[in-house]
């Protein structure tokens, strides 16, 4: 433990830190130094991956048959359907017959199956048959061996109130797991004979398929079936849902997706706009008290400049002689993109080849700036956020070294100070003593 200043009277802590905080100047400054590129590399990481994420959809936009984009509606809600990009405008006119529906029956009131152990087959609409024995002629064992059958039919155990005994009685309701004809069954006891004969049973839903008619009441009038209610590829890259039987003929139509490719273009303008407003944000300068301004991190940073204007060019300048602005795309006062949706909507509904192949070029060329600017490794952004790292790191190795270099020095000057402190008590001990010889020595002349 050290007390300093005993001997001395003097604070020695307070001027080995005032000491060490002189000869710290130095090391503050690169810490500085580091603070002040840890921000623009900040910066510049956002910068980056707000332009890599423009990049991505501008990929996406650009490649070949992104943008023709199709949808697929009816004049009914009872069909709905979705086209891909398989598919091609055009219409077609068909009448929804049927829906598709599960097989299910039930089994005449029982208290227990007919025949013990249980014995039955359950048999499909393609003849296969499948035998089933149950533990016992419970009906809960019957159950459970239609369950673990296999054949996609279950069983359920529904009260029917009291037989002439007053012995409680059960239906069996079976069902099919699936729609469709296929999913039809047929139960047969060890005789052959359907369950489902007995008195008091009965099928209550026939599986069947769903149906369209194409060109009804035509000589080419065409049945479509499906096991559900979805018909896959009902036209080229169309799939159709139906929900329900119409009246008459629907009308099933395929046609630009005009939504969709409005959102595109929107999306893509929005992500430019993310980059040309996060460039404007990091370089303005910004007005304070008694006259000063501050600069943005980005400030008189050459390389952003060329990268704001790379990218703002590939999205503005003409395509095919023909301004952006021709299909919505507009360059502002500010330097920003805005995008007029009626515009686009309206070019794309007279001219839809027009519009693609003009979004199709902008996404391309502002593809590659973007590319050129935040590719992971050649990258304009990424090679400038790399040297602000490796700055960082051999400003962090001078750091380092300045801390040896003033702890070895605070250590010397606490060595010093200490000594001070020890050949002053020395001193102090020996006025001390001095003092006291005096004091004797001038009692003992008085006493004469």
Excluded: C
Excluded at 196 to 209: E, I, K, N, R, Y
Excluded at 306 to 319: E, G, H, K, Q
């Amino acid at each position: 433990m050290q007390l300093g200043g005993i001997a001395s009277g003097l604070d020695s802590a307070a001027l080995i830190k005032a000491t060490i905080d002189v000869e710290a100047i130095p090391q503050t400054m690169l810490k500085n130094k580091v603070t002040a590129s840890q921000a623009v590399t900040a910066a510049l990481t956002t910068l980056n991956g707000r332009i890599a994420a423009l990049t991505t959809l501008a990929q996406a936009a650009a490649k070949p048959g992104a943008l023709n984009l199709l949808t697929a509606t009816s004049t009914t809600p009872l069909l709905t359907a979705k086209a891909s990009a398989a598919a091609v405008p055009g219409e077609i006119q068909l009448t929804v017959d049927r829906t598709a529906a599960k097989h299910s029956a039930v089994t005449a009131a029982m208290s227990s199956w007919p025949e013990s152990p249980a014995t039955f087959n359950i048999t499909k609409p393609d003849g296969s048959s499948v035998p089933v024995s149950a533990a016992s002629s419970s009906l809960d064992d019957v159950i459970k061996a239609v369950n673990a059958s296999g054949t996609g039919v279950t069983a359920l155990k529904i009260p029917a109130g009291k037989d002439a005994g007053g012995v409680d009685v059960f239906r069996l309701q079976l069902s099919a797991a699936t729609t469709g004809a296929a999913s039809a069954f047929d139960i047969t006891d060890s005789t052959g004979t359907s369950v489902f004969s007995a008195p008091g049973a009965a099928v209550m839903q026939q599986g069947t398929d769903a149906q369209v008619t194409l060109y009804a009441g035509t000589p080419a009038e065409q049945k479509i079936t499906s096991a559900t209610n979805t018909f896959t590829g009902i036209l080229n890259g169309v799939d159709a849902t139906v929900t329900g039987p119409t009246a008459g003929p629907v009308t099933l139509t395929v046609g630009t997706d005009t939504e969709g490719v409005g959102k595109r273009a929107a999306d893509l303008v929005d992500a430019l706009n993310s980059v040309f407003n996060n460039i404007k944000v990091g370089s303005m300068v910004t007005p304070g008290v008694s006259g000063t301004t501050t600069a943005g991190i980005l400030q008189g940073d050459s390389a952003v400049r060329s990268v704001n204007t790379a990218i703002l060019n590939a999205a503005t300048y003409p395509v095919n002689g023909k301004s952006p602005s021709e299909i919505g795309i507009n360059i502002t006062k500010a330097g920003t993109i805005e995008f007029d949706a009626e515009k686009f909507k309206a070019a794309l509904a007279k001219d839809p080849a027009t519009v693609n192949a003009t979004l199709e070029a902008i996404s391309t060329r502002v593809a590659d700036a973007g590319k050129t600017a935040s590719d992971p490794f050649s990258g304009t952004v990424t090679r400038k956020i790399t040297t602000q790292q490796g700055a960082q790191k051999d400003l962090g190795v001078q750091i380092g070294d300045w801390d040896r270099r003033l702890a070895t020095r605070k250590a010397a000057l606490t060595r010093l100070y200490a000594s001070l402190e020890v050949s002053m008590g020395k001193l102090n001990a020996q006025m001390s003593q001095l003092q006291n010889s005096l004091s004797a020595l001038e009692g003992s002349q008085k006493s004469k």
